[in-house]
């Protein structure tokens, strides 16, 4: 019945950072951001989705920091960042561009990873100065460019108008989620993850999203009904990799092939059986994995090396 915000304990309890600092937004708003690891280390800068903070990257921190230097953020209104009114994805791109302003030095590039409404921050800031001065490569969990309420499978319905407005409804919903109790592990599990995913799994990601306020995801809830970056996919124009849940219901599979279509320097689509929504909670080695990959690739490799291992890549999950 705990309300703690976070696992304290075990590979999800997020680790402490080397250091913490404020950004500030260009409407004013107040961001919390992390650095974890040694400076001078090749970069990678973490965006999470929905309902979600800094802890959700525990296992990629835990795992990275030894040798990268790991750029963490809670988007407004989430984590340690107060809420904002403006809850557009135009502030999305805002946020993102003020923390690569504000954490990495001029010319510096990194690796980009957005999981969920984070993707949705990168596909927002593609057409944006500093995201294209800093963005090396980018990978995108688990995530959509539009008709997110549309292609949900959250409620066992036949696709139509009705399952739309029920789902669009219940995701908005402002009712508390309350303690994280039995029911509520259940009933997390089902909607965001895998059936194979381990308790203490669930536990991690239950307590993190339990931890969002409510008034903060009734807000983000309705712009993401509303969602439509597709010209955002059009303008990604970094090598860009996509991870997706076979068994993900908020954003099924058939948005990970829509963006390998439409990005016009996409790496391919990695599926991963039988996970749901919570990818680098669910499948922490994949997905670390293939973070490395686009840094030894695109920042410590050579520019052949890196061409050369384009075209493997794009096959996997074709």
Known sequence: MSRLTHV???????????????????????????????EGAPCVVLAHGWTCSTAFWAAQIRELAVDHRVIAYDQRGHGRSPASPACTTEALADDLEAVLAQTLARGERAVIVGHSMGGMTVMAAATRPRFREHAAAVLLCSTGSSRLVAESLVLPLRAGGLRTRL????????????????????????????????????????????????????????????????????????????????????????????????????????????????????????????????????????????????????????
């Open 8 to 38: 304290t304990t075990g590979p999800y309890a997020p680790p402490a950072p080397a250091r913490e600092l404020t950004v500030v937004s260009a409407d004013g708003a107040r961001l919390h951001a992390e650095v974890h690891g040694p």
């Open 167 to 318: 789902t669009a409804r219940g995701l908005a919903s402002r009712a508390p989620l309350g303690p994280v109790t039995p029911l509520a592990r259940r009933i997390l599990k089902y909607a965001t993850m895998g059936a194979g995913s381990a308790p203490h799994m669930v536990e991690a990601c239950a307590r993190i999203v339990h931890a969002c306020p409510r008034a903060v995801r009734h807000s983000w809830a309705r712009v993401l009904a509303q969602l439509d970056l597709d010209h955002g996919v059009r303008e990604l124009r970094v090598p860009t990799a996509i991870v997706a849940g076979t068994a993900d219901r908020l954003t099924p599979p058939v948005h990970a092939r829509a963006l390998v279509a439409a990005l016009p320097n996409s790496l391919g689509l990695t599926e991963l059986p039988g996970m749901g929504h919570m990818t680098p909670v669910e499948a922490p080695g994949p997905v670390n994995g293939k973070i490395r990959e686009l840094v030894a690739a695109y920042l410590t490799g050579t520019p052949e090396a890196a061409g050369a291992d384009a075209p493997e890549r794009i096959k996997e999950g074709s």
